[in-house]
């Protein structure tokens, strides 16, 4: 299943390039706008964490994002679990990074959506009070993006985004014989805000 994960998301990079590549309509307009911005996870600060992220837009609209975080998983997450009642799970991901590749369909410093490829690791930290335990490992989780960049004034911008992923546990999620469960395939979302910097 990873595997049909993985070659999933090269067919969505495959259709990213196809889309960048520059076409004589493109180059009759003006000359595109390529671009740098910083932004971060509005929601990872309210969930005792950080978040920051690094992009480049290309003349081309293909974006490319790389980014670090930390945050604790909201309780209505960890409640979902078949055990919690049992187990009342305590977590927090005490590191994340990303990467993501998407299409701005507007181009940069405009709003507009954008859809892509994203790639999620995360480390766990799982511990239970009523288990007297604790246990760490990490998921790797790789699907497909989209969102719509709002841009407020020239530079600021919002920017809601979803995900859907396919994610592989590496370690145990169990702690004395009683485990939390980790799902194959799931939906994120999340704001992101930025600063957007862009030239001709």
């Known amino acids: 299943m990873f595997r049909t994960a993985l070659a999933l998301t090269a067919l969505s990079l495959t259709a990213l390039l196809g889309l960048a590549l520059p076409s004589s309509a493109q180059t009759a307009q ?8 910083a932004e971060a996870d509005v929601l990872a600060y309210g969930l005792s964490g950080y978040s920051g992220i690094f992009s480049v837009t290309l003349p081309s609209k293909l974006q490319v994002a790389f980014g670090v975080g930390r945050y604790d998983p909201p309780s209505f997450l960890l409640s ?66 989209g969102g719509y960049y709002i841009h407020l004034g020239r530079h600021f911008y919002l920017y809601p985004t979803a995900a859907f992923t396919y994610n592989d546990v590496s370690g145990s999620t169990s702690i004395n014989g009683t485990s939390y469960a980790v799902e194959r395939f799931s939906p994120n979302a999340s704001l992101h805000a930025g600063w957007e910097w862009g030239r001709r």
């Open 80 to 145: 979902g679990d078949a055990n919690y009642d049992r187990a009342q799970w305590e977590a927090t991901v005490t590191s994340i990074q990303v990467a993501r590749a998407t299409y701005r369909f507007r181009g940069a410093m405009k709003s507009g959506p954008a859809l892509g490829a994203i790639v999620l690791n995360q480390n766990w930290r799982l511990s239970s009070e009523p288990l007297a335990g604790e246990t760490r490992f990490r998921t790797l989780s790789v699907g497909v993006t």
């Open 30 to 37: 003006a000359t595109p706008i390529a671009s740098v911005a």
